[in-house]
């Protein structure tokens, strides 16, 4: 499940390390603007210089308001302050302390996430939307097929929340728990935490991208 972070919480105690998940927590509202109703609709582009506020003064959030998405790219001098989990998978480190207390909380609940996916680099981004496109082709698909299917699940570099470091696939420990627990205690409790569902399943013609369970 991608929970993508939406209004700042409280800040939690600093926690423990989480193993790895797929959310976006509150301290940097993603991709929480208003959308058009039908992707014709959308803009070409939408003035990002309106969603920042990176002043001292915002209480809510130290960093930045931000949307990203196909049609609006992440600013050449974005900048990321990564702490790294457990796993190895990195965050940004703004939304640590929310994303842990909400592992906490699953696991207090016997609801095991981890998470799978978290900050990318373009270069990863990049290499994961080309593995998509070979698949494509390899079922016959023409080059150009296979590119428009291939970014329907995988996004293009500069366009990935997962490149803010605010967005995360979480699936579940399969050793602990199945994936309909861990994905029924998200849906019932990430917004406590400030993560939303990024790519709903009704959702998919305004935000251009498919739904998928830690998506």
């Known amino acids: 499940m991608l929970l993508a972070a939406c209004a700042p919480a409280a800040t939690p105690a600093a926690p423990a390390a989480p193993t790895a998940a797929s959310v976006q927590p509150t301290t940097a509202l993603a991709a929480t603007a208003a ?100 698949e494509y082709k390899a079922q016959g698909y023409s080059a150009a097929k296979a590119q428009e299917l291939a970014e329907e699940s995988v996004t293009v570099p500069g366009t990935s929340e997962h490149q803010l470091g605010i967005a995360v696939d979480i699936n579940a420990d399969t050793d602990k728990s199945t994936s309909d627990e861990v994905y029924e205690w998200l849906h019932k409790n990430s917004y406590k935490y400030g993560f939303i569902l990024r790519y709903p399943p009704d959702k998919a013609d305004i935000t251009g991208t498919i739904y998928e369970p830690w998506h």
């Open 35 to 134: 959308a058009p109703t039908t992707a014709a609709a959308l803009p070409d582009k939408i003035n990002i210089d309106n969603l920042w506020d990176i002043s001292p003064t915002n209480k809510a959030d130290t960093g930045s308001l931000i949307l990203v998405n196909r049609w609006n790219t992440i600013p050449d001098d974005y900048e990321v302050d990564l702490t790294q989990l457990s796993n190895g998978q990195t965050v940004d480190t703004r939304i640590y302390p929310s994303l842990q207390a909400m592992f906490d909380a699953a696991r207090a609940n016997g609801i095991y996430p981890v998470v799978a996916s978290g900050y990318r680099t373009a270069e990863y981004q990049q290499s994961l939307l080309d593995e998509k496109v070979k």
